[in-house]
């Protein structure tokens, strides 16, 4: 139902999907309202619940329904505050260069290469002391 979900004046934590329905939102300390940006289904309605920000933390609802279903996506906003330390105060901002997504066979087919790998050098290591201890016998 909900295809695609942007804060225009904020940063959301991950990248936007149908199926993830908690995240979490910093936006700047003047920030009254999310600003939001969205894509539906062609007969699904909207609901936007709680979006008057207050100091600190806010819980912004998104109700996404259509006459078979309902979807309810929660945004955890955090209002961006100045870290006072000793002297000066510093803000930091953690961002993410670049998004890539790896794929579930990338990642099973890293596996088992890993693990071919360790079996490999297993039997190398353990076969060489059991042809080592033969020829001392002999």
Known sequence: MLNDLKILNGNLDLKFDKYTYEYTVEVENDIDHLEISYKLDENANIEIINNELREEENIVTIKVSDEKSEEIYTLYVHKDEEVVSG?????????????????????QILSISVFLIIIIIFTFLFGRKNKINKNKII
């Not at 002297?87 to 990642?107: A, M």
């Open 87 to 107: 002297i000066d105060n510093y803000k930091k901002n953690l961002e993410v260069i670049k998004e890539e997504e790896i794929n579930v066979y990338q990642v």
